[in-house]
């Protein structure tokens, strides 16, 4: 159903999973977010996600394999059928 600003109205039920969750003696279930982290260091690490997502897939691909799931250049090379040179 549509509502009068021309989008769509959302369910009770996708109303009611946007609303915060209680536990029993009043606490939230879902924990907050970390808010220690410098200004800077997010802003650098939102720079280096932007900087990443304009990389060639390929690129990308193997920052990803390497540098965030560890495998070993070999590995990484045998998944993407590329040479172990093409992956340094």
Known sequence: MVGA??????????????????????HQVEEFSDWTMPVDRLLERA????????LPDNYWQ??????????STGDVAT???MTPTAVK
């Open 5 to 26: 600003n021309g989008f769509p109205d959302p369910s009770a039920a996708q109303q009611q999973s946007l609303l915060p969750a209680f536990h029993a003696d009043g």
């Open 62 to 71: 193997v920052l990803l394999l390497c540098d965030i799931e560890e495998l």
């Open 47 to 54: 720079k280096v996600r932007s900087c990443i997502a304009l």
């Open 79 to 81: 998944v993407l059928s």
